[in-house]
């Protein structure tokens, strides 16, 4: 059975790795729509390794004949055409972050809350979380299990790529210009990138964290556990695609570096790279393209009691953004909310 899936957002960097991604997990796909904006419209995008089609204008777009909708074109985007879309009796997976703090709404990734998606039908559109919480909760969520995560204190090391292209682009121009000794000037990001870091993504709040830092927080207490205590400092860094954390946790239960590692390496999702010698952990630049949340450096923390320190890092375009939508839609597919095609 195939299902008429569409793309909002398909010529923006996840736009065009959502349907890479659809291609290569050979989703069940019977026709595909690519929406983009007016400007974009005619525009050819990739469609696995052959197959290109061209962009359609989503304003006035007709959802009444779709299955799925994979959004990632704006909060302000998301709100206006998602409810379009789900009143249409289409099922909204949104990357953005407009729906994911409504009650309504379920935040969900699949490795750590696949039950959440049972409430999709009240207003049938499931939230995609931060690319950072992601990764996050997919290695904290064995340790819960096992241990029960009481505190976590994360830093995390963003990529550009997370600011979409116009950021990637920045990161590039700048960098060029500081070799040839042209003026650096900052358009995206509040200050230069290039050979920098900047702690300070999305808009600062009354108590003086950024809205990226504010994001961690409640959407990993709406996912994993409300009780988790969870405090965040979200710094990007002269990366292109891939998003590192340092995260600390404390723990109910005793934990400790070698209980840790066993758990982890048996988590869906995650891999355990772990060698105390030179090479012997992950950083961006070697798990861009990939699938999975990588974990290294797991080590004690002396300095509390139950305390553990780790380094999780993933393709935040992949995992952090459009696979984990397409596993969204999976995952429904799976558990049997979506049996019946609309094109069929």
Known sequence: MGYTVAVVGASGNVGREMLTTLSERRFPVSKLHALASSRSVGRTVSYGEEETIDCENLSGFDFSGVDIVLS??????????????????????????????????????????????QGFRKKNIIANPNCSTIQ???????LHDAFEIERVVVSTYQSTSGAGR????????????????????????????????????????????????????????????????????????????????????????????????????????????DHRADEGYVTPAECAGEDGVFVSRIRDDISVENGLNMWVVSDNLRKGAALNSVQIAEALIAHGHLTESKAA
């Open 136 to 142: 996050m909760v997919a290695a904290l969520k064995p």
């Open 166 to 273: 116009a950021g990637m682009d920045e990161l590039f121009n700048q960098t060029r210009a500081v070799y040839v000794n042209d003026p650096v000037k900052a358009e995206n990001f509040t200050k230069q990138i290039a050979f920098n870091v900047i702690p300070h993504i999305d808009v600062f709040m009354d108590d003086g964290s950024t809205k990226e830092e504010w994001k961690m927080v409640v959407e990993t207490k709406k996912i994993l556990d409300p009780a988790i205590k969870v405090s965040a400092t979200c710094v990007r860094v002269p990366v292109f695609i891939g998003h590192a954390e340092s995260v600390n946790i404390q723990t109910r239960k005793p934990i400790d570096t070698d209980s840790a590692r066993a758990v982890l390496r048996e988590a869906e999702g995650v891999s355990v790279v």
């Open 72 to 117: 990632s074109a704006g909060g302000k985007i998301s709100a206006e055409f998602a409810p379009k879309a789900a009143a249409a009796g289409a099922v909204v997976i949104d990357n953005t972050s407009h729906f994911r703090m409504d009650p309504d709404v379920p935040l969900v990734v699949p490795e750590v809350n696949p039950d959440a998606l």
